[in-house]
């Protein structure tokens, strides 16, 4: 007897699932190497960028948008919050031989970083799906600015413990984001590739370009975005959760 998901699930549905799966591996692999799971995280938003594409090529399903959801869950909220909880408390060289003050902050933090995440996730899936803008800091940007972030070696705790704080009302803030046009995403997609591929060469080039290139869309477009005449004759891209 075939599984329940054969000829219900398509193409960009398994890429999806597979972007859940990459959010475990990154989570086991961040305890061994925080730069491997940093990429493993961008290659999972890599993912969760094709499975949109896939999705207007070949068609979309019934359960597409709740197994994204469902994916970005692991890999946007849990995935992020154990990066910056290892890359903290590595570098404050807080043990976990006894409960302490600041374990139990950068646990706080991590936690509430989860929690909204998620519940970015399924205000996402209810109200905003179907737009040309979202609100709140998108839970693939906030993982791909802490990813990109390890990349370039900006890894002080308690800077990114700062960062990973302003994401918890980011990403539930009202502030409206607008999708990125097809041009512009290409553009970030490729220094996204290149960030994962060849992180270290020519001086972090790369993670430091993707870095930039997420915090200006994320203090900028909300005002100052160029592209929204351009946006209305261009179709809308799917995976902005």
Not at 1 to 11: K, Q, T
Not at 67 to 85: C, E, G, I, R, Y
Not at 140 to 146: F, K, P, Q, R
């Amino acid at each position: 007897m075939l599984p329940r998901f054969v000829g219900r699930l398509g193409v960009a549905d398994a890429v999806t699932i597979a972007n859940a799966a990459l959010g475990f591996v990154a989570i086991v692999i961040a305890f061994v190497d925080i730069a491997l799971a940093a990429r493993l995280i961008l290659l999972a938003a890599i993912a969760d960028g094709l499975d949109g594409i896939l999705a207007r090529r070949y068609g979309g399903t019934d359960a597409g948008p709740y197994l994204d959801s469902l994916a970005d869950v692991a890999s946007f909220a849990v995935a992020p919050a154990v990066l910056a909880f290892v890359v903290v408390t590595d570098g404050l060289e807080i043990g976990f031989d006894a409960v302490t003050g600041e374990l139990l902050l950068v646990t706080a933090i991590c936690a509430l970083f989860v929690a909204a995440a998620v519940t970015r996730l399924g205000m996402y899936t209810a109200y905003d799906i179907s737009g040309s803008y979202t609100e709140g800091v998108q839970t693939t940007l906030a993982a791909t600015v802490l990813g990109a972030a390890i990349l370039a070696g900006e890894s002080e705790p308690w800077l990114v413990l700062a960062v990973t704080g302003a994401f918890c009302y980011l990403m539930v803030s009202r502030i409206q984001y607008p999708d990125l046009l097809a041009r512009d995403a290409a553009i970030m997609g490729v220094v996204h590739v290149l960030a994962i591929l060849v992180p270290d060469v020519a001086g972090r080039t790369f993670p430091y370009a993707l870095l930039t290139l997420g915090i200006a869309y994320m203090l900028l477009s909300p005002w100052f975005y160029w592209g929204d005449r351009e946006r209305r004759a261009e179709p809308e891209l799917h995976g902005n959760a």
